[in-house]
């Protein structure tokens, strides 16, 4: 039993350990634009993403739903964080010039690489082992205009052959984890301290004795 104290405080921001998404959409000329955003969760095939109101990733699905969610592993923060001050907006809006600026060749920029995907115009992230092909189905802002909450249907998952337990459609949590984003800090996951119920995991991502 804990003996800690707690204080009353304000952080600026609430990231406590949400999983790091690139999401590619594609901008009103056909180019691709790559994005990181730590708002993402799953609710069965769907994923929720939290988006600034004003990023160009916003725009796009506003106009053009379909989009690639790249789930990033621990050993691509590095790049992303080359993406972090980098906006597919321009003009810059006003409230990101001071932080950040204009770039229209992110993978270029990120040094990451753009594969072809299958159902959906927007490219997919190479270098990511989890890919999620998906259409956003609705776009509803928050916060008083400050954000947009979208819902997005999955269509289709590709996922490296090495993360996949095999014989399965199942990802195998002791051969991948995704990036983690930590009060502005990237880490990834500890070692496994056990297993829910429902795993259908358990034995094969086991640690041999």
Sequence with gaps: ??????????????????????????????????????????????????????????????????????????????????????????????????????????????????????????PRVAECALQLEARARRLTPGGAGLFVSVECEVLRVHAAERVVVPGTHHIDPALWSPLIYNFRHYHGLTPELGHGFRSETARTSAPAA
């Excluded at 304000?10 to 790091?20: D, E, N």
């Excluded at 989009?67 to 992303?80: D, F, T």
């Excluded at 321009?90 to 950040?100: F, G, I």
């Design 1 to 122: 039993m804990t003996n800690d104290t707690h204080l009353v405080v304000r952080p600026s921001i609430l990231y406590f350990g949400t999983p790091v998404v690139l999401l590619t959409t594609e901008n009103a000329d056909g180019t691709c634009n790559l994005a990181p955003i730590s708002s993402a969760w799953a609710l069965g095939q769907h994923i929720v993403l939290g988006l600034g109101s004003e990023s160009q990733t916003a725009r796009n699905l506003a106009e053009r739903p379909e989009l690639v969610i790249n789930v990033a592993s621990p050993e691509l923060w590095e790049h992303v964080e080359r993406l972090a001050p980098l906006t597919g907006a321009s003009p810059v809006p006003e409230a990101k010039r001071a932080v950040y600026r204009h770039e229209p060749d992110k993978f270029g920029a990120a040094g990451l690489t753009p594969a072809a995907a299958e159902v959906v115009k927007p």
